[in-house]
């Protein structure tokens, strides 16, 4: 008998590929992606309809999966408030896990996302390489009641063991996402194809020379799989990345190549407000090029908050990932300039993007 997964959060960049991932692995059985829409995976995924927020309902829901082993908790639902994201984020961790409980479901292990908000970098500037024994940053911090209730459960003879993986920016394919730098990238590079404008960096001088890293959303899921089977390395947390660092001013000229497009000048703009004005040009773009479905919607297929985050990053940010190694885990070893290059072909193909 093989493991059976319940993915929370199955829709988003990080649930989608990690239940790709699974489903490519024979000693996985079943994977429930659950999420208030379907994800329409097929194969060893299975629909499993769940409302996070509605504790009253997820025992009876999980008592449709009672074979359930391993949890990864993918979910996110961002409120704009600190403290309201400890609320809503850590409320669904817990209800969630003490719904399995309550359901009979016999947890192996429990895997959560964190990130480098762990070490305050949606604060203020941080210290690089960050480490995962770095001090907190300040409260409140919902990643931080995430972990210290996986302790404290443990500690009183919990069944099961727990990790969280600490990511930077995660690329990858998903509508509707809170995080999606690739499509974001993609999206913004076919815009200034479609209207004749060059491929400017959308942040400072200072950030397009920054060091940086990401992940690559299948390394993501592979780390995470790994990570959840292996008795060793269990109840504690581990920063992941590509395993190289970078610099957009080195990066951007190749993913402007790729699309055709020429360069310009670094100009800081708000995406999050001039793009929202561009809504005709990527429908103009998905009807010339007879793009899927699945990007039709322009809410959901971008998202220029997390871009202007990630392109507004003055100064270094990038983690030490040597623990994660000392585990046995070796993949760590991408370039990240050929990831996004290859997630573009991967996307093309898919006519997900022009």
């Not at 082993?69 to 209800?95: E, I, Q, S, W």
């Not at 040009?281 to 985050?309: I, M, N, P, R």
Request: proline residues 5%.
């Amino acid at each position: 008998m093989g493991y059976v997964a319940l993915i929370a959060g199955v829709t988003g960049v990080t649930g989608r590929n990690l239940a790709l991932h699974l489903q490519s692995c024979e000693r996985w059985d079943t994977v429930y992606g659950a999420s208030r829409r379907p994800c329409g995976l097929g194969g060893k995924v299975k629909d499993l309809p769940m409302d996070l927020s509605n504790k009253a309902s997820l025992v009876d829901t999980l008592k449709g999966a009672p074979d359930v082993t391993h949890l990864f908790f993918c979910a996110y639902r961002p409120t704009g408030d600190a403290a309201k994201d400890v609320d809503a984020n850590f409320g669904m961790f817990r209800d969630l896990i003490e719904a399995a409980e309550e359901a009979g479901l016999q947890l192996q292990h429990v895997s959560f996302l964190s990130g480098t908000k762990w070490y305050g970098n949606h604060i203020g500037p941080i210290k690089t390489p960050s480490k995962e024994d770095d001090p907190r940053a300040m409260t409140p911090n919902f990643y931080y009641d995430m972990e210290d209730y996986c302790i404290a459960r443990v500690g009183a003879g919990a069944d099961w063991t727990w990790s969280s993986v600490r990511p930077n920016p995660v690329c990858g394919f998903s509508t509707g996402s809170a995080m999606n730098l690739t499509m974001t990238i993609a999206v913004y590079a076919s815009i200034c194809k479609e209207i004749g404008l060059p491929f400017r960096f959308p942040g400072s001088p200072q950030a397009y020379n920054a060091l940086l890293e990401v992940l690559d959303a299948d390394l993501l899921a592979c780390s995470m799989e790994y990570i959840s089977t292996k008795p060793h390395a269990g109840n504690t947390s581990y920063n992941i990345s590509n395993g190289d660092v970078f610099r957009w001013c080195e990066v951007w000229p190749k993913l402007a190549a790729f699309f055709g497009l020429p360069l310009a000048e670094p100009q800081k703009f708000s995406m999050t407000t001039l793009m929202a004005y561009h809504e005709w040009v990527w429908q103009k773009c998905v009807e010339k090029h007879d793009l899927s479905k699945e990007v039709a919607s322009y809410k959901d297929v971008a998202t220029w908050g997390f871009g202007d985050w990630v392109f507004g990053q003055e100064k270094d940010w990038f983690s030490d990932v040597n623990k994660l190694r000392r585990t046995g885990f070796q993949e760590q070893n991408l370039d990240s300039a050929e990831m996004f290059l290859r997630q573009f072909k991967e996307l093309r193909a898919a006519k997900l993007i022009p």
